[in-house]
């Protein structure tokens, strides 16, 4: 019988804090595209409430989902927070009245949605404020974000923001905005199937940098295989929940924050952490990601 390989460390330095891995998504608990209030409000305060007894204390979200609603609805279920919780959050974007995504990234808009943040989370600091880059909204493209970066250098001395990040970047962006302010995490698209940024996680591993993949799970179309699936099958679990045991397994600097609305779907998420993949299975999962596009 194949050996199960070391089991992957449940924890990672971020922004001083031993966060741990298995973290939260806040994402999907706005509306149909993110837009609007949930069906089932009191369902999206439990979810949070049960991610934060299961052991989350890594909490992604943003002023621009809803917009302002997610916000609102963490504050509802958790505040005041508990002590060893980290809150991140992004700006760079605002929505319209009819949903759609609109690029933000004047000085003055990334004040504004600093300030939202606050006052919707109930927070007087944000513990990490990631810029997210409007390049091909699930894709980095290059462009320059030095004005964007000083603009958050500036707020991070005021004292509003304690630590920055950037997503949906590219490496060169990354390294420009690490000679304006530190950077403690990266947030790009990454999972079993899209494997773009493979180079780049190594990279930021080596220098203690946190990588946060957005859409894990493949976001608004899941990863659909059958190789995944008859892995899952053959180890009891769901194929999400293995997919995300692959990242978890994938590089020691990579935090998850996988989305959702349901209790049910939380609590296999969160199997992740303790599921074991065997060199054998590893293998086989890193091949889906060199066949299927």
Known sequence: MPQPTKSPARTFPLA?????????????????????????????VAVLREAIALGVNHIDTSDFYGPHVTNQIIRE???????DLTLVTK????????????????PED??????????????????????????DIHQPAEGPIGRQMEALATLRQRGLVRHIGVSNATAKQIADAGRIAPIVCVQNHYNLVNRADDALIDVLAAQGIAYVPF???GGFTPIQSSALSDIAQSLGATPM???????????????????????THLRE???AETLELSADVLARLDAIGRTVN
């Open 77 to 83: 279920a958790l505040h005041p927070y508990p002590a």
């Open 110 to 135: 990334i004040e504004r949605a600093v300030h939202d943040n606050l006052r919707n989370l109930g927070l007087d600091v944000l513990d990490i404020v990631n810029l997210r880059i409007m390049g």
């Open 215 to 217: 859409f894990p799970l």
């Open 269 to 271: 998420n969160m199997q």
């Open 16 to 44: 001083g804090r031993a966060v741990n891995r298995m973290g939260y998504g806040a994402m999907q608990l706005a509306g149909p595209g993110v837009f609007g209030p949930p069906k089932d409000r009191a369902q999206a």
């Open 241 to 263: 929940t293995v997919a995300l045991a692959w990242l978890l397994h994938r590089a020691p600097n990579i935090l998850l924050i996988p989305g959702t609305s349901s209790l």
């Open 91 to 106: 700006v760079g974007a605002v929505r319209d009245d009819k949903g759609a995504w609109l690029p933000a990234l004047e």
